[in-house]
T-cell receptor, first 115, second 112 residues
Framework: DAGVIQSPRHEVTEMGQEVTLRCKPISGHDYLFWYRQTMMRGLELLIYFNNNVPIDDSGMPEDRFSAKMPNASFSTLKIQPSEPRDSAVYFC?????????????FGPGTRLTVL | QKEVEQNSGPLSVPEGAIASLNCTYSDRGSQSFFWYRQYSGKSPELIMFIYSNGDKEDGRFTAQLNKASQYVSLLIRDSQPSDSATYLCAVIPSGGSYIPTFGRGTSLIVHP
């Protein structure tokens, strides 16, 4: 398996622009997670999906952020408009089974820089 | 708020020594505990999980869990420079969602 795939790996944009991050989970995994990691705040859960349905988006910082999962093999995280404080590494992760012992597998991340 | 606390470090140990990384958690009903390793510029990768009190060994790594005291630790024996990374503790809290809460990680530096 290719693992979790994310694109782009790096994104540099100017404040006010729309940014779209993409994720392909591991085939057969039912859960998909979006995280943001910064030095100041560590790894933060933004939103997660189960069977393509958003379950908890309480970590989404504000209305500028939105996420979709139109099918089992694709998800997007969109920021519109972007701001410099959104600069971070964004990870997508997937998990196969909802259990106390199952683990998440992380993608390589997208490093976002908003100028 | 269910919290997971780790000392941010850096923890510096000489090559060949034992590195001890600690994690405390606030939710007494927490069920499972994971250690992830994250190299600089890379994504977290799972190295150990534990769910029963006591020790669990895997090669040079030992995870220790003490639910009464609400802490979990990771020991790395015969530390190598390649072990230099940030180690994230993740805890599955009570409540049934099975969504882990991550600590902010401890930076480990193993110097030759």
């Amino acid at each position: 398996d290719a693992g979790v795939i994310q694109s782009p790996r790096h994104e540099v944009t100017e404040m006010g622009q729309e940014v779209t991050l993409r994720c392909k989970p591991i085939s057969g995994h039912d859960y998909l997670f979006w995280y943001r990691q910064t030095m100041m705040r560590g790894l933060e859960l933004l939103i997660y999906f189960n069977n393509n349905v958003p379950i908890d988006d309480s970590g989404m910082p504000e209305d500028r952020f939105s996420a979709k999962m139109p099918n089992a093999s694709f998800s997007t995280l969109k920021i519109q408009p972007s701001e410099p404080r959104d600069s971070a590494v964004y990870f997508c992760a997937s998990r196969g089974v909802k259990s106390a012992l199952d683990t998440q597998y992380f993608g390589p991340g997208t490093r976002l820089t908003v100028l | 708020q269910k919290e997971v606390e780790q000392n941010s470090g850096p923890l510096s140990v000489p090559e060949g020594a034992i590195a001890s990384l600690n994690c405390t958690y606030s939710d007494r009903g927490s069920q499972s505990f994971f250690w992830y390793r994250q190299y600089s510029g890379k994504s977290p990768e799972l190295i150990m999980f534990i769910y029963s009190n006591g020790d669990k060994e895997d090669g040079r790594f030992t995870a220790q869990l003490n639910k009464a005291s609400q802490y979990v630790s990771l020991l790395i024996r015969d530390s190598q420079p390649s072990d230099s990374a940030t180690y994230l503790c993740a805890v599955i809290p009570s409540g049934g969602s099975y969504i882990p809460t991550f600590g902010r990680g401890t930076s480990l530096i193993v110097h030759p």
